[in-house]
Each structure stands twice: as C-alpha cells, then as structure tokens.
C-alpha cells in the first residue's frame, strides 16, 4: 500500500524529556511536511523539507528539529525547550499539481505531557 | 485578522438537508484553494480542490469568488456520513505553504 504512515500513535513525555515522532511515505514525494493542531484552531506548520538533505523553519519551529537523510523520512524531535507540547502532531507530504501542490496527511501522533 | 477565516460552527443539519460553509481568506493573491475533510481525531483528508470556475462531486459544489475574497462548499442531500469538521485551506502566494482555517464542524442527525 503506498501512503504515509506515523508513529507512534500516542506518546507521553516526561518534563525535560526529548521525544522524536516518526514519519514514512512511500509515495515517492519530494516534499515533506510537520504541522501541530490544536483542538479549535488551524493547522500550524512547524518545519517543511522540500528535498533530500534540506528543510527550512515554518511559523512555530521553536522547540522542534527535524532531519531528512532520506527522501522516504522526515522526523521530528519535541525538545524540552518546547513548553507546551501537548497536541496532535501531522506529518504530509506534497506533490506538485495543477493547483500548486497537494499534500496528502499521515494518520497522526498525539503527544501528552504527564 | 487571520489569513484564512471560518465560522467554526457546530452547524447541526437533518439527514438531507441543504448546508453551505464560507471561508474568507486575507490575501488576494491567493491562488490555490482547497477544502479538506477531517473526521474526529483523525487526520484531514483532501475533499476537492476549489478552481476558478467552480466545481462539483457529486453532492459537494465548490465556489470561489475572488472579488468577496470567499471560498464556499455546499453540500446536498447531506448523509450522516457527512458529520465531521470541514478545513478551508489556501495556498499562500508569498510563501508557497498552504495555511489551514480553523474547521467548521458539521452534525447531520437523522
């Protein structure tokens, strides 16, 4: 089956504690994708790499790294540095279309602070 | 005021009824729009895509009206199926990321 896939589904961390959030696609897409979603609001993106061995900050970078050593993977770090990490994490992916680019969502990793 | 603006709702709607959704959106430069659909604690997934003449699936009709700066959905013949939250996404011009509306929830009872 081509798609994205995420995990773990849900993840606790620890006060002080670093958690990285799985993503895969086999989708062959260039362009991979972190957005945060909190409940009542917008989708916001935290970190975007358009190519292999490259990605850039989105609006809410602060307290998250990313890597992307192969084209199929894109983690994601949680820092301690991120205060409020409590939130529902979306990975995606994009492809180029008529309308610019589509991006196609992977099913998602809740991360709680206990 | 938000790039991209919805009215969260909830719009609670009988099985077969007629329900429309408007998104507003800030920049006029704007020139790619999506609606996606994302059911409970689940991840969006892409509805249709919003083109300048307008289109249709079925029972959903999408409208652009890049004068009012709007993008509507319409649904027909709604199905309890249809209950979830509905994003109104717009390609940013400036920087080439799409960027989400809040949702518009949609309950359909029978």
């Known amino acids: 089956d081509g798609g994205i896939t995420q995990s773990p589904k849900y993840l606790f961390r620890k006060e002080g504690q670093n958690v990285t959030l799985s993503c895969e696609q086999n989708?062959?897409?260039?362009?991979m994708y972190w957005y945060r979603q909190d409940p009542g609001q917008g989708l916001r993106l935290i970190y975007y790499?358009?190519?292999?061995?490259?990605?850039q900050k989105g609006d809410i970078a602060e307290g998250y790294s990313v890597s992307r050593e192969k084209k199929e993977s894109f983690p994601l770090t949680v820092t301690s540095a991120q205060k409020n990490p409590t939130a529902f994490y979306l990975c995606?992916?994009?492809?180029?279309?008529?309308?610019?680019?589509?991006?196609?969502f992977g099913p998602g990793t809740r991360l709680l602070v206990l | 005021r938000k790039e991209v603006e919805q009215d969260p709702g909830p719009f609670n709607v009988p099985e077969g009824a007629t329900v429309a959704f408007n998104c507003t959106y800030s920049n006029s430069a704007s020139q790619s729009f999506f609606w996606y659909r994302q059911d409970c604690r689940k991840e969006p997934k892409l509805l249709m895509s919003v083109y300048s003449s307008g289109n249709e699936d079925g029972r959903f009709t999408a409208q652009l009206n890049r004068a009012s700066q709007y993008i509507s959905l319409l649904i027909r013949d709604s199905k309890l199926s249809d209950s979830a939250t509905y994003l109104c996404v717009v390609l940013g011009s400036n920087t080439g990321k799409l960027i989400f509306g809040q949702g518009t929830t949609l309950q359909v009872k029978p």
């Open positions: 995606a992916s994009g492809v180029p279309s008529g309308m610019g680019e589509t991006q196609y």
């Open positions: 989708l062959n897409h260039d362009a």
């Open positions: 790499s358009q190519i292999v061995n490259d990605f």
